[in-house]
């Protein structure tokens, strides 16, 4: 129940109090014989009432007035003159209580009114439809132009409206057509910034219209932010490089890039009614175990597979599949590409390192590589049988340990010294095989280096000069 205000509770007091003073007074007045003075005192309830409750003036005046009548009939002595007075009264009563009640009531309507004009959250003003200039505007549409109170009043609405044409272009409008839906209107504030509104008119009058503006800059900020990510977005994703397919945990396409369709051959429209394994990707059932528990713990999963493109061409291609959100539910966008170009360069590699090495075998004790600290990379396998050792514990000890012990401390030195100078290297020293035989070696590098000069490995050669050192000997 709505709660009654103290003051309106003591109207009502003062009004039924006088309203039982009046009928009191009328019946002892008729019972005296007065019948002029007593009608006057029916006014001041009938005015206190419809002036603090306006809703209820006709009827309170109706009975009131009903009341006055049944007193006159039972208890003032039958006159016609008497009987037509009163009920001239009657319609004087109800005729007052209609009329300070239409008042009271408009001036309450206005009252409102005025308190949601100048305390609403939107912006509301008035301007004269034909010169264009502000009648009336609330602190809200002052605020948020920048404006002291009053201050617009007076000036043309193209001083805040920032297209000047715009606003002259929707002045010329019939009223009709004056913003038959919210439109988005750039307005100029006192400071020059510009701030957007969301901006509703409504004739009121043959020369007047009511405008009623929202601030939406931060909202449209946010919306322009998005759409140009989403363009930025678009862009990406369609000149991308490589092809790019969004699919769901099922393998089931839900978009692709112009990339995509290049290199499978299928239309963008046509890979949308795809799966993966369709195109050769995964096989069917999707991701195997070890690949989808990877993707769900990590949230990425990198892989090699072949592309049967719609010719049925296969291609070699990179997946890098990584879990997103695509229209609001999960979803995973793997971008794919095409490595053919890379597995023939390894093939390539791998035949000339092959070639190399095949040389490097048909010399006796073929070649050697390092890395750029002196760290054996590589030895040739006959090398290797002559050290009696494997590849991998040369790598991690090296060999020189097993020359002989009265040419080590010399040997090493010239090496260490030749990794610090980058010079050139040469050095002759014997080696014992497993069977006791003496075999005199010539080892000769060079340092390799990069574009900067730093030296980056060192390569070299393993030749058998036992032979020649025994000629020279006998010599």
Known sequence: MKDISWQKLFWLYIIVVFT???????????????????????????????????????????????????????????????????????????????????????????????????????????????????????????????????????????????????????????????????????????????????????????????????????????????????????????????????????????????????????????????????????????????????????????FESMLMTKNGTPRPVEINCKTIEFNKRPAILSTIRDISERRRAQAALIELGTRYRIIGDLIPYGVWACDASGRFTYLSDSFLALLGTTLAECKKNGWMHLLPPEDYDRIIADWQRCIRSGSFWSCEYRIVDRTGKTVVVLSRGAPHRDQTGKITSWVGIHVDITDRKRFEEKL
């Open 20 to 302: 039982l003073e009046v009928i009191l007074a009328s019946f002892f007045s008729l019972q005296q014989g007065i019948i002029e003075i007593f009608p006057y005192l029916y006014i001041l309830p009938i005015i206190l009432l419809a002036r603090n409750y306006p809703r209820f003036a006709v009827y309170f005046t109706l009975i009131l007035g009903w009341i006055y009548l049944a007193l006159v009939y039972f208890f003032m002595p039958f006159e016609i003159r008497a009987f037509a007075a009163s009920v001239a009264w009657f319609y004087i009563f109800v005729t007052i209580g209609v009329v300070i009640a239409s008042v009271t009531e408009s001036g309450q309507q206005d009252k409102k009114f005025r308190e949601m004009f100048d305390n609403s959250l939107a912006g509301i003003f008035t301007i004269d439809s034909g010169t264009g200039t502000f009648l009336q505007l609330n602190g809200r549409t002052a605020s948020l132009l920048g404006y002291a109170p009053g201050e617009l009043e007076g000036k043309n609405i193209s001083a805040v409206w920032r297209d000047g044409a715009e606003a002259d272009a929707f002045l010329k409008r019939s009223p009709a057509d004056a913003c038959p839906l919210p439109a988005e209107v750039a307005f100029r504030r006192k400071d020059g910034l510009t701030v957007w509104v969301l901006l509703t008119a409504s004739p009121i009058g043959p020369s007047r219209m009511v405008f009623s503006i929202i601030d939406i800059s931060e909202k449209k900020e946010i919306r322009d932010s998005l759409i140009e990510s989403e363009l930025r977005y678009h862009t990406l994703f369609d000149r991308a490089t490589d092809a790019i397919l969004i699919h769901d945990r099922d393998g089931t396409i839900l978009h692709a890039n112009d990339t995509a369709a290049e290199l499978s051959g299928y239309p963008v429209k046509k890979l949308a009614e795809l799966r993966l394994e369709d195109l050769g990707l995964v096989p069917p059932g999707g991701l195997p175990a070890r690949g989808d528990a990877e993707l769900v713990s990590r949230g990425s999963h990198l």
